[in-house]
């Protein structure tokens, strides 16, 4: 049974910085890709940050220059370094994740419980 878990988060203040990651179990990683998503209170879920299937990182606008994607596949984990956060960064961050790349991206079949960012002004 694939297992998702994130850790790392926690509150900051504006400009300040965070690293957050998520373990897989239950799957090799090598054969499972995963990203990362946000929901913040309100709003709907959006992606932050995947890879493709080439391996390059892909961020959404409003994070590229301050987020950064790793992974680490001995460890089966996935990191999200974020820096310069800000306010609007606040969010339930996810990640979620697929057994390998289908049509071109990594579709969100398996999702972890969530870690809280909170930024404050």
């Known amino acids: 049974q694939v297992q998702l878990a994130e850790s790392g988060g926690g509150s900051v203040e504006s400009g300040g910085s965070l690293n957050i990651s998520c373990v897989a179990s239950?799957?090799?990683?090598?054969?499972?890709?995963m990203r990362w998503f946000r929901q913040a209170p309100g709003k709907e879920r959006e992606g932050v940050a995947s890879?493709?299937?080439?391996?390059?990182?892909i961020y959404r606008e409003s994070v590229k220059g301050r987020f950064t994607i790793s992974q680490d596949n001995a460890k089966n984990t996935l990191y999200l370094q974020m820096d310069n956060l800000k306010p609007e960064d606040t969010a339930m961050y996810y990640c979620?994740?697929?057994?390998?790349?289908?049509?071109?991206?990594?579709?969100?079949?398996?999702w972890g419980q969530g870690t809280q960012v909170t930024v404050s002004s």
């Open positions: 979620a994740g697929d057994s390998g790349y289908h049509g071109g991206s990594c579709k969100p079949r398996y």
């Open positions: 239950g799957y090799t990683y090598g054969s499972f890709c």
């Open positions: 890879f493709s299937p080439d391996g390059n990182p």
